[in-house]
Nanobody, 123 residues
């Protein structure tokens, strides 16, 4: 069974931090690239970040560059998204996804994605 399970979402004040986790079951992150995208109410989904399986290079959208960091632990087969200096515009449901990772545009050709975790940034 293949599954992606996100966790770590929550509510924080502007300027706060959260770390999202994505446990991959049935996928090896040494073989598959993984990324994060988010969906805010009334907005199109946005590819936030992804990390390539072969060399670990990463993509970040302009809106999160310098604030978010993607990483993965190959022993735990888990990906992480460290989010610092959060802003109200970061409020969304965050999904991790297995797919291809473009260093220009993020994760695409999604093979699977999780159920999402809510991140809310408000005073």
């Amino acid at each position: 069974q293949v599954q992606l399970v996100e966790s770590g979402g929550g509510s924080v004040q502007p300027g706060g931090s959260l770390r999202l986790s994505c446990a991959a079951v049935g996928y090896s992150l040494t073989v598959y690239s993984i990324g994060w995208f988010r969906q805010a109410p009334g907005k199109e989904s946005e590819g936030v970040s992804c990390i390539k399986s072969n060399d670990g290079t990463a993509y970040y959208s302009d809106s999160v560059k310098g604030r978010f960091t993607i990483s993965k632990d190959r022993f735990r087969n888990t990906a992480y998204l460290q989010m610092n200096n959060l802003k109200p515009d970061d409020t969304a449901v965050y999904y991790c996804a297995i797919g291809a990772c473009s260093l220009d545009s993020g994760v695409y050709n999604l093979d699977s994605w999780g159920r999402g975790t809510q991140v809310t940034v408000a005073s």
